[in-house]
């Protein structure tokens, strides 16, 4: 279970990407497989939030998914691993760029 404590107005982001990914784009994908994975017992995609504890006015929540492809971050992390994925694609392309006219 990942605990996070999150004050008024603070978000947590639960990502699907990563699975939405795989299952659009990925060639040969065994879906039933991949939906075994990412399914708890009852067959549901889900994530169980739970209140672990509250303190004055920061509340404690527990994650808990039946899959380790449902990625859940605070917002701020989420953001700054975006603006490194988008920094790292533009490094990339201008790296592609420059070769491709040499």
């Known amino acids: 279970m990942l605990v996070l404590s999150r004050q008024k107005d603070e978000d947590v982001d639960i990502i699907l990407n990563d699975v939405v990914n795989e299952l659009t784009t990925k060639e ?5 497989n991949l939906l075994k994975e ?3 017992d009852d067959g549901d995609i889900k994530v ?6 509250v303190r004055g006015d920061k509340v404690r929540l527990g994650f808990t998914t039946a899959s380790k492809k449902i990625i859940i971050h605070r917002r701020e992390v989420w953001l ?14 201008t790296e592609s760029a420059s070769v491709n006219k040499g």
């Open 28 to 32: 040969g994908t065994d879906l039933d």
């Open 38 to 40: 990412l399914t708890d």
């Open 48 to 53: 169980t939030v739970t209140v672990v504890d």
């Open 80 to 93: 700054t691993i975006k603006r490194e994925k988008a920094t790292k694609t533009q490094a990339e392309q």
